[in-house]
T-cell receptor, first 115, second 116 residues
Framework: SAVISQKPSRDICQRGTSLTIQCQVDSQVTMMFWYRQQPGQSLTLIATANQGSEATYESGFVIDKFPISRPNLTFSTLTVSNMSPEDSSIYLC????????????FGQGTRLTVV | AQTVTQSQPEMSVQEAETVTLSCTYDTSENNYYLFWYKQPPSRQMILVIRQEAYKQQNATENRFSVNFQKAAKSFSLKISDSQLGDTAMYFCAFMKPTGTASKLTFGTGTRLQVTL
């Protein structure tokens, strides 16, 4: 397993601003994933973050709105840009180990409220 | 594309009783993995149990077991001797390994309440 730390755990932001969420893992991982969980909903994959390359975005999500950085094998950030109340969600990072272990571990999530 | 369906939005069970949560999925793949995750109010997604599709034997983890029916594309979770700490949202998830990126597709979740 892995220890995955997400910061901040929660935030209340003004519309039109941006928030950057950090995800730190205690060991090197190949793939990191960012999910969104809207209120009362399931998890939806935003993008997959590779170290050293552009993130791969799922349908309905674009880089201008959700820019992602992956500077090394233990760290990634997700920015929610130009926020609106519809962006109020829980954002979770997830990791899969480079050994191809067939399971995903999650951070504790960031609860974002946009007012 | 894969889909995962959880038809029970909410379930309730008394402490020490047994409850079964349903999950069906749709895929044309032969090799894949299935998971049940638990999400308590703390928001942390916790892996409960995992099943490899190529294994006929149902996975078990202490009080948690699955009934995996590959032909029927069914993957139910049985919780025995329910405890108050089992109260949470439970998500069924499908993973198709695709090279270096193995993405999860989640169902809509079942909210389980364990009562005294």
């Amino acid at each position: 397993s892995a220890v995955i730390s997400q910061k901040p755990s929660r935030d209340i932001c003004q519309r039109g601003t941006s928030l950057t969420i950090q995800c730190q893992v205690d060991s090197q991982v190949t793939m990191m994933f960012w999910y969104r969980q809207q209120p009362g909903q399931s998890l939806t994959l935003i993008a997959t973050a590779n170290q050293g390359s552009e993130a791969t975005y799922e349908s309905g999500f674009v880089i201008d709105k959700f820019p992602i950085s992956r500077p090394n094998l233990t760290f990634s950030t997700l920015t929610v840009s130009n926020m609106s109340p519809e962006d109020s969600s829980i954002y979770l990072c997830s990791v899969e180990f480079s050994g191809g272990k067939t399971e995903a571990f999650f951070g504790q999530g960031t609860r974002l409220t946009v007012v | 594309a894969q889909t995962v369906t959880q038809s029970q939005p909410e379930m309730s069970v008394q402490e020490a009783e047994t409850v079964t949560l349903s999950c069906t999925y749709d895929t044309s793949e032969n090799n894949y993995y299935l998971f049940w995750y638990k999400q308590p109010p703390s928001r942390q997604m916790i892996l409960v149990i995992r099943q490899e599709a190529y294994k006929q034997q149902n996975a078990t983890e202490n009080r948690f077991s699955v009934n995996f029916q590959k032909a029927a594309k069914s993957f139910s979770l049985k919780i025995s001797d329910s405890q108050l700490g089992d109260t949470a949202m439970y998500f069924c998830a499908f993973m198709k390994p695709t090279g270096t990126a193995s993405k999860l597709t989640f169902g809509t979740g079942t909210r389980l309440q364990v009562t005294l």
